[in-house]
Each structure stands twice: as structure tokens, then as C-alpha cells.
């Protein structure tokens, strides 16, 4: 029973999405794709593609003119959003990275530059980032990568970037699968992950949320249970003042997105329920997974919560230590999960 608890709990944790490591990637030529796939076959992690809006353009065409052209637009005016190329946002959601306490960027390199497509969704998301752990891998056929890095760590200034990155080129990419396997043991990904999952309830609707991995998130989730009263304040958070303090690791995130869950000061702790830009400076404490439907919930005035632990408190691929395959089924639009010929709920129930 112990195994399918598990079992369940990792393939629970995977459905709603709230995997601790988030694998960002743009492939124009197919290597950082690659790359990828040999990643995801060492951890667990959700992974999203970027995408330029435009389909179909060819970068290296009449001596890479297109490419130099959009590399160019944006040295001249980087902190302008209008000197990025527009990228496909029903896939790259702006605030996709701030749930993960780890973010690995997987690119190519364009003339000893960031590829431009990545680094619009970067300029996006940077602040998203700000006290993560940042990995970069890059993809190259000589150059060398210090001017991706740079790039960078100009998009996202905060984060707390891995001690090593990870060059894949034209003389080594035969020993890529051997070099992305050392590179996660040298940093340290192969370990256990485990993401705590709370439970925020208001006005009689849950949502599910990720703590941040730091000391601050464990530090809350030691308080729960707790039902709180949260005071109305700008028309767009909620907040409420602990008793005691929590650890602070501030910055100044920049945009605030629906969904947060930050800390002020050191004991107030801030919901907020619309995205909007802010000078303030907070402490991550962690954020809803699917802010949908959050404002309403909340409403207009303050309003009583409630945060406590979530069974999905664990995801990890040693946790799924029964070898048996599992299958998902859709039936009249419910979801099932099959095990060893039997039938569970998403709550790992047998129901037949």
C-alpha cells in the first residue's frame, strides 16, 4: 500500500503540474531538443518550448541577415520589449517559471549571442526567476558561450545561477548523453525533489499551491494548518500579519502576478489576486498553481482563508518505485488512472 501511496502522489503531483524543476528550451536546428530529451531522462521536470510567433523565418538565410537583424534590435535597445521578436504565447506563459524553485534554459548560441527567440522569453520572465536556481545549458557549433551567459545574467540579474554550465559543440556532441549526465550529478539535480503542495481555501473554493523550496516556504508550511482573516488592500492582495517572523530573502520582483504568495516585511504575509507592477520589495513564499478564479473567491473586502498541507507533497521519480506501467483514462470527461489492471481515482482510490 505504502508503493502505490507513492506512486500515486508522483503521478498526482505530475497531473496538476507542480514539478519542482522547470526545463525551458528553444530548438531551431534540433540539437537543444535533443538535449532535452536526454535531460528529462536523468530528472523529473516539466518542460516548455518556446516558439517565435512567426513560423517558418529563416534565421541563417543570405549570410544569417534575419538573425543578425534581430540580434542587433535588441543591443541597441535592450531594456525596450518592443526590441524582441514576438514569441508564440499559447505556449510560452509569462509567468510559467514562478511555481519552480529550479529553471534549467536550454538554447543555441547566434553569433556569440543568446538566440533572440530565447531571449524575449527571458526579457518576460526574468523577475519570474528572481531566487531560483538557474541552470543554463547552450548549444553551439564552435563559438564559445560567454556571451549567452552574459546575456543571461543581464535577463535575469537574481536568480542564484548553478556553479557550472554546460556547453554541448560540434567537437563533443557525439558524448552528449555522458555530458548532460555529469553535468546534473556536478550540480546536484539527481537528488530527490520534492515540492510542497498547500491547499488555499476561500469562500469555499480550493486551490492547489507550490511552496517555494527555500527557507522562508518551509518555515510557513511549519504554521499549517492555519485559517486566517486576509485584509482588502489596492484592489488587488489580500494580507494578514503573523504572530511570529519568517525568514526574508528579499528583491524587488518588479510585476507581481495573480497568484502570488509573498511576504512583506518579515510577518506579513501577502496574497495577491491581479497582476500588476510594483517597486516593493517581498520574499517568495510560494504561489498558486492556477490562479483562475482567485479574484472571485476572494472578493471585494477581507476575507477568511485558509492554508494547509496538500497530500501531493511529493514528486520524485525514486517515489514511483512500482515498475508496472500506469495508463490514463478519460472517461466521460473524468480522469482515471489504471494500475495492474485496476481502476484508481487521481486520489489513488480503487474504484474497480
Not at 513564499?285 to 501531493?312: H, Q
Request: aromatic share 10%; hydrophobic share 40%; glycine share 6%.
Amino acid at each position: 500500500m505504502k508503493r502505490i501511496f507513492a506512486f500515486f502522489c508522483t503521478l498526482c503531483a505530475i497531473i496538476t503540474g507542480s514539478a519542482k524543476t522547470l526545463v525551458v528550451y528553444y530548438s531551431y536546428t534540433g540539437n537543444a531538443r535533443a538535449i532535452v530529451t536526454e535531460l528529462t531522462n536523468h530528472i523529473s521536470a516539466d518542460v516548455l518550448e518556446i516558439q517565435p510567433a512567426e513560423k517558418g523565418l529563416h534565421y541563417e538565410a543570405n549570410n544569417y541577415a534575419l538573425g543578425m537583424q534581430l540580434l542587433n534590435a535588441i543591443s541597441a535597445a535592450p531594456d525596450n520589449a518592443a526590441s524582441y521578436p514576438a514569441i508564440d504565447e499559447s505556449r510560452a506563459i509569462a509567468r510559467y517559471g514562478s511555481t519552480y524553485s529550479t529553471v534549467i534554459i536550454v538554447t543555441p548560441l547566434w553569433w556569440s549571442r543568446m538566440a533572440a527567440i530565447m531571449q524575449s522569453y527571458l526579457f518576460r520572465t526574468g523577475a519570474d526567476l528572481a531566487g531560483k536556481k538557474v541552470g543554463l545549458i547552450v548549444t553551439s557549433a564552435s563559438s564559445s558561450i560567454s556571451g549567452v551567459v552574459a546575456d543571461c545574467k543581464r535577463l535575469v540579474p537574481n536568480a542564484n545561477y548553478l556553479s557550472d554550465n554546460l556547453w554541448i559543440n560540434n567537437s563533443n556532441r557525439a558524448n552528449m548523453p555522458t555530458l548532460v549526465a555529469n553535468w546534473i550529478d556536478a550540480c546536484g539535480l539527481n537528488q530527490a525533489q520534492t515540492a510542497l503542495q498547500i491547499k488555499v481555501t476561500a469562500a469555499g473554493k480550493t486551490f492547489e499551491a507550490t511552496l517555494a523550496d527555500s527557507e522562508t516556504g518551509r518555515a510557513f508550511a511549519a504554521l499549517l494548518p492555519m485559517t486566517v482573516t486576509m485584509n482588502e488592500l489596492n484592489g488587488n492582495e489580500k494580507y494578514h500579519y503573523l504572530t511570529s517572523s519568517l525568514p526574508t530573502d528579499a528583491y524587488q520582483p518588479g510585476t507581481i502576478q495573480a497568484g502570488d504568495l509573498m511576504l512583506y516585511g518579515n510577518n506579513c504575509v501577502v496574497l495577491f489576486y491581479q497582476t500588476f507592477s510594483s517597486t516593493y520589495s517581498y520574499t517568495r513564499i510560494g504561489a498558486i498553481n492556477d490562479p483562475t478564479g482567485l479574484s472571485a473567491a476572494l472578493g471585494s473586502g477581507n476575507v477568511s482563508v485558509r492554508f494547509e498541507k496538500s497530500e501531493l507533497t511529493s514528486l520524485t521519480r525514486n517515489a514511483q518505485t512500482d515498475s508496472a506501467p500506469c495508463t490514463k483514462v478519460m472517461e466521460n470527461g473524468v480522469l482515471y488512472l489504471k494500475h495492474n489492471g485496476t481502476t484508481y481515482n487521481v486520489q489513488g482510490q480503487e474504484i474497480r
